[in-house]
């Protein structure tokens, strides 16, 4: 095979783009990815990492679930010669809901529990133990995944990237995809800044930039960019060397534990969709870091004695029922693997499984990922949870 040619061509690599390279390189299949920056320059560098299984949608939590398999056993899972690795870190995590949620959220554990996953609803008295330093005279009851924590994107990201390569992936940086070329119906492969590359197959996972090459493929998809920003906050002693990492539905924030005595602050709210993404990511928007100091005083006081470490933002790409876009749509040979809403990271190892076995067999069977299919939005067939949370970002 030349140079310029490939089984299949994956723009970006990001978490998926890699996830799906290294899954497809499992089956022997040697694909090319294709990246306009570096590994990791879009969401998945920016991610807060969350690793949990809490989710409204069975779909969502069982490819959380096939997940977290990875990050617990990383080694045995994909194996490298590099002792890169995806950093996951157990912490316990525990999703707090608004008081009108609970009784949502004690269903939504149960299909968890039926899944398999190890959670609990656990009371005030229990969520004090865990977290003595939490003000929680809001919340009656909550989730508790003991076996949850976070773990570090370009990390995993990487480590994904080596272990296919060592298997005949190839990487391209610095190369921007221009164009789709298509003929009779078929993709063929693309244009790029540094020429032009040959495939019968190629896969969007470019993140935020997504919906332009899906343009470019002549698709005309519900397709958005979304900002987040998040902030580290160095933690008083006070507070100790850890605590859980927490959904806070009711203050409308999350929070983790970060190396070095850090905690990680995101809200739900106040995350601006339709901009550039190639907007400055470097610096948080004005007026976040008020709010969340805000919001994280709120739930632990003694953070009004610890200090702001950093703030900064990222974007990835986001669909009308904030689930991603998976599957083939368009000209023969073209697949999706984008629009993950800000929640892509977590689920990223099931999601390159499932999406291979999808590109090679025409149907995933570890998870069945048909729900996510782009043609359900010209369907009307949103993704709706059997007992639904509030949209989460706004
Ligand atoms: C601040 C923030 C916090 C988050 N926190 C969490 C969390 O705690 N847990 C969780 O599960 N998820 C989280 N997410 C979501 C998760 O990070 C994303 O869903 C996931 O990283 C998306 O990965 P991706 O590979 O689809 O996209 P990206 O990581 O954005 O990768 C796309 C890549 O495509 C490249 N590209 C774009 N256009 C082209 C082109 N024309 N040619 C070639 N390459 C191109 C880009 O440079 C980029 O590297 C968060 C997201 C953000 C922004």
């Known amino acids: 095979m030349s140079n310029n040619t490939a089984d299949v061509i994956i723009i970006g690599a990001g978490v998926h783009g890699a996830s799906l390279a290294f899954h497809l390189a499992q089956r022997g299949v040697k694909a090319l990815i294709l990246e306009k920056k570096f590994v990791a320059a879009g969401a998945t560098g920016r991610s807060s990492g969350l690793v949990r299984m809490h989710y409204d949608v069975k779909q969502d939590s069982e490819l959380a679930w096939v997940s977290y398999n990875y990050f617990r056993n990383w080694k045995d899972m994909v194996s490298t010669s590099t002792a890169l690795s995806a950093g996951f870190k157990r912490t316990g995590f525990l999703q707090f809901v608004a008081r009108d949620d609970v009784e949502k959220m004690s ?42 924590g976070y773990a570090d994107p370009t990390g995993t990201t990487n480590a994904f990237i080596n272990a296919a390569k060592e298997k005949g992936t190839r990487l391209i940086q610095d190369c921007a995809v221009t164009g789709i070329i298509v003929s009779g119906g078929k993709v063929k492969g693309v ?16 993140g935020a930039w997504a919906g332009k090459l899906n343009q470019l493929a002549g698709l005309d998809l519900p397709y958005d960019t979304w900002r987040h920003d998040t902030m580290f906050v160095a933690r008083p002693r006070e507070i100790g060397p850890e605590h859980p990492t927490v959904i806070d539905f009711s203050n409308e924030m999350y929070f983790r534990p970060d190396a070095g005595n850090l905690t990680l602050v995101g809200l739900e709210d106040g995350n601006p969709l339709g901009e550039s993404p ?117």
């Open 107 to 148: 269903a939504n554990v149960k299909m968890h529990q039926e899944i398999g996953i190890p959670v609990t609803l656990v009371k005030a008295d229990d969520v004090k133990r865990l977290a003595p330093t939490f003000v929680i005279d809001d919340i009656q009851l909550a989730a508790f995944e003991s076996e949850s």
């Open 191 to 206: 244009e790029t800044t540094q020429g032009r590359f040959d495939a019968p197959m190629v896969v969007n996972a470019a």
């Open 278 to 394: 190639d907007n400055d990511t470097d610096h948080a928007k004005s007026g976040f870091v008020e709010r969340g100091i805000d919001r994280i005083c709120k739930r632990i006081p003694l953070m009004e004695n610890g200090g702001l470490h950093s703030a900064h933002g990222g974007y990835d790409g986001i669909t009308p029922d904030q689930h991603p876009m998976l599957g083939a749509i368009g000209p023969d040979g073209f697949f999706l693997d984008c629009g993950h809403s800000g929640t892509g990271f977590k689920i990223s190892p099931a999601v390159g499984l499932c999406m291979s076995e999808l590109i090679l067999d025409g149907k995933s069977k570890t998870v069945d990922i048909s729900i996510y299919r782009p043609q359900r939005f010209a369907e009307n067939k949103l993704i709706v949870g059997e007992h639904p949370y509030s949209s989460i970002w706004r």
